[in-house]
């Protein structure tokens, strides 16, 4: 059966998204180097999976997508699973994102934010 490695996300700043990750979810840098067209990604996960944070040359000047779920081939969220929703929350406040969309549903709970990148966090807790 396949499984999924890494999804691969341009960012502003790759080191400060993953410093973010890092903070939130306790991963490591995989790895940090040069990449496609000149850019720079640094990989950020667990040693099975994670996620590829890009950024191109000259890309500071990008900007977000309006909104992803009406754009093909847009990222909708990058789903996180964590032991403690709560703690996980109180820590995504403390640095500054709004948590939204709270829901209970079976079989666990989740909410979402959205970093710096405009891109969605959904957290969910399987309890």
């Known amino acids: 059966m396949a499984r999924l490695e890494h999804v691969n996300v341009t960012v502003q700043d790759p080191d400060k998204t993953a410093k973010m990750m890092i903070s939130l ?3 490591t840098v995989r ?5 496609a067209h000149g850019g720079v990604s640094v990989h950020v996960g667990t040693q099975s999976d994670y996620i ?7 890309d500071k000047e990008q900007r977000a997508a309006d909104n992803s779920y009406v754009q093909r081939g847009g990222l909708n969220h990058i789903g996180v699973v964590v032991d403690d929703l709560d703690a996980t929350e109180a820590q995504v406040k ?3 994102y709004n948590p939204h969309s709270h829901g209970d549903y079976e079989p666990g709970r989740r909410f979402y934010f959205h970093e710096e990148n405009g891109v969605e966090i959904e957290v969910v807790c399987y309890d």
Request: charged share 5%; no cysteine; glycine share 28%.
């Open 25 to 27: 979810f306790g991963w």
């Open 31 to 35: 790895w940090r180097g040069v990449a």
């Open 52 to 58: 590829a944070l890009y950024t191109g040359p000259g």
């Open 94 to 96: 403390a640095l500054g």
